[in-house]
């Protein structure tokens, strides 16, 4: 049945234009073709990834946090309770009005100290400052060099200036050390990012993210193992070009540099609303989409590759509206650049603040009603 399975997913009819198959990407008079088996290398630099991010964000991420004030918020720490931590962990972080009334009934606390307990057990579990200084300043580092390493990659390709060279002699294109290198540590990258994505801080557009990251592997696999690798080389670049000015905006947001995160943002904002919006679909697409099929018959490989071209394009559209929505707010109002996708609960922590406040006004003037004190005129009466 495997073999079976195997013998229809690798038929040349799925993944080359007619008159073309595996035979014509086979080592020959020294030149060298992309193969399948290639892939299995991503992912002992996957593992090799992850041990360097934890070796990073203690020895150079961590100091660096340090060296740019990145302060942590002062965290509540709620008091065990069982009947509270049962429903938090097994029914719903966010009990509904109808569940605090029933809680405070089984608990004997107030509905105030029901939803008090709550806003802080929430708050405990949100990733801490440090840390997402720390995933960001990783992100960045690779980003920005992997950039540096495509660019000085492609400088010298016909294809990064005429994106129609992409197809000369296609699928017989031989690979060279340069492109392999990129593809694998790029698919080793995205591979590492899928595996710790448990413990990453989980931000409000999640899902997307786990959407892009399967389609960006799967892109990146069936690309190679086809040969559209100079079209895979150009969408890495196209992609790594403003990510890296996202995560140094994260950084100095983190740190509280706010001038600097929002200037960093707005150049962001125009170099990615350029390159996904404008290069991405009317440069690459165009030349994946609309000139091969002037130069072969489109197959189930052509289809393949541009529809998850067009799921990544989709991503793009999404991260655009937030993008805009944060760029108009800043340039309108002069407001802080906030991360439309950062995670949730951002505002627990303000709430905790203004009850301290209360908490401290009460044990200085005594129990509060509509904004005044209340006196104590209970006095005992003398006989």
Same mark, same amino acid.
């Given at each position: 049945?495997?073999?079976?399975?195997?013998?229809?997913? @690798?038929?040349?009819?799925?993944?080359?234009?007619?008159?073309?198959? @595996?035979?014509?990407?086979? $080592?020959?008079?020294? /030149?060298?073709?992309?193969?399948?088996?290639?892939?299995? !290398?991503?992912?002992?630099?996957?593992?090799?990834?992850?041990?360097?991010?934890?070796?990073? %964000?203690?020895?150079?991420?961590?100091?660096?946090?340090?060296?740019?004030?990145?302060?942590?918020?002062? /965290?509540?720490?709620?008091?065990?309770?069982?009947?509270?931590?049962?429903? +938090?962990? $097994?029914?719903?972080?966010?009990?509904?009005?109808?569940?605090?009334?029933?809680?405070?009934? *089984?608990?004997?606390?107030?509905?105030?100290?029901?939803?008090?307990?709550?806003?802080?057990?929430?708050?405990?579990?949100?990733?801490?400052?440090?840390?997402?200084?720390?995933?960001?300043?990783?992100?960045?580092?690779?980003?920005?060099? !992997?950039?540096?390493? =495509?660019?000085?990659?492609?400088?010298?390709?016909?294809?990064?200036? $005429?994106?129609?060279?992409?197809? %000369?002699?296609?699928?017989? &294109?031989?690979?060279?050390?340069?492109?392999?290198? +990129?593809?694998?540590?790029? &698919? =080793?990258?995205?591979?590492?990012?899928?595996?710790?994505?448990?413990?990453?801080?989980?931000?409000?557009?999640?899902?997307?993210?786990?959407?892009?990251?399967?389609?960006?592997?799967?892109?990146?696999?069936?690309?190679?193992?086809?040969?559209?690798?100079?079209?895979?080389?150009?969408?890495? #670049?196209?992609?790594?070009?403003?990510?890296?000015?996202?995560?140094?905006?994260?950084?100095?947001?983190?740190? =509280? @540099?706010?001038?600097?995160?929002?200037?960093?943002?707005?150049?962001? !904002?125009?170099?990615?609303?350029?390159?996904? #919006?404008?290069?991405?679909?009317? *440069?690459?697409?165009?030349?994946?989409?609309?000139?091969?099929?002037?130069?072969?018959?489109?197959?189930?490989?052509?289809?393949?590759?541009?529809?998850?071209?067009?799921?990544?394009?989709? &991503?793009?559209?999404?991260?655009?509206? &937030?993008?805009?929505?944060? !760029?108009?707010?800043?340039?309108?109002?002069?407001?802080?650049?906030? $991360?439309?996708?950062?995670?949730? %609960?951002?505002?627990?922590?303000?709430?905790?603040?203004?009850?301290?406040?209360?908490?401290?006004?009460?044990?200085?003037?005594?129990?509060?009603?509509?904004?005044?004190?209340?006196?104590?005129?209970?006095?005992?009466?003398?006989?």
């Amino acid at each position: 049945m495997l073999s079976r399975l195997s013998e229809w997913f @690798w038929q040349e009819r799925l993944w080359f234009p007619e008159g073309l198959g @595996w035979a014509d990407l086979e $080592d020959r008079d020294g /030149r060298i073709y992309a193969k399948a088996s290639d892939l299995w !290398a991503a992912l002992p630099i996957a593992l090799v990834f992850l041990i360097v991010r934890q070796v990073f %964000e203690r020895t150079v991420a961590t100091p660096l946090a340090s060296l740019l004030g990145v302060k942590e918020t002062k /965290r509540f720490q709620v008091p065990h309770n069982p009947i509270l931590e049962s429903y +938090y962990c $097994d029914t719903n972080k966010h009990p509904s009005q109808i569940s605090i009334v029933s809680l405070s009934k *089984r608990t004997g606390f107030s509905e105030r100290q029901v939803q008090r307990w709550f806003r802080r057990r929430r708050n405990q579990d949100r990733p801490s400052l440090l840390k997402k200084f720390r995933e960001a300043s990783w992100r960045f580092t690779f980003y920005l060099l !992997a950039f540096i390493a =495509g660019l000085a990659a492609l400088v010298d390709k016909p294809w990064l200036y $005429d994106l129609k060279a992409m197809w %000369e002699g296609f699928p017989v &294109l031989t690979l060279l050390p340069s492109q392999y290198w +990129y593809y694998m540590i790029e &698919l =080793g990258f995205y591979s590492s990012l899928l595996f710790s994505v448990a413990s990453d801080v989980k931000r409000k557009d999640f899902k997307e993210q786990i959407v892009h990251h399967v389609a960006t592997i799967l892109l990146i696999s069936f690309s190679w193992c086809v040969n559209y690798i100079r079209a895979g080389t150009l969408i890495m #670049l196209v992609h790594d070009s403003s990510d890296y000015l996202l995560e140094s905006a994260k950084m100095f947001n983190y740190a =509280g @540099w706010r001038n600097a995160c929002n200037y960093i943002f707005i150049v962001f !904002a125009a170099v990615f609303i350029v390159t996904r #919006l404008f290069i991405f679909p009317f *440069r690459i697409l165009y030349c994946t989409w609309v000139y091969p099929v002037t130069v072969y018959e489109p197959f189930f490989g052509y289809y393949f590759f541009n529809g998850l071209l067009m799921v990544l394009q989709c &991503l793009h559209i999404f991260w655009a509206i &937030l993008i805009i929505r944060i !760029a108009v707010r800043f340039l309108s109002n002069n407001e802080k650049v906030d $991360d439309e996708r950062s995670d949730k %609960e951002e505002t627990d922590e303000s709430d905790d603040e203004d009850e301290e406040k209360e908490e401290k006004s009460v044990a200085k003037n005594g129990p509060v009603q509509n904004g005044h004190t209340v006196h104590n005129n209970n006095h005992s009466k003398k006989e």
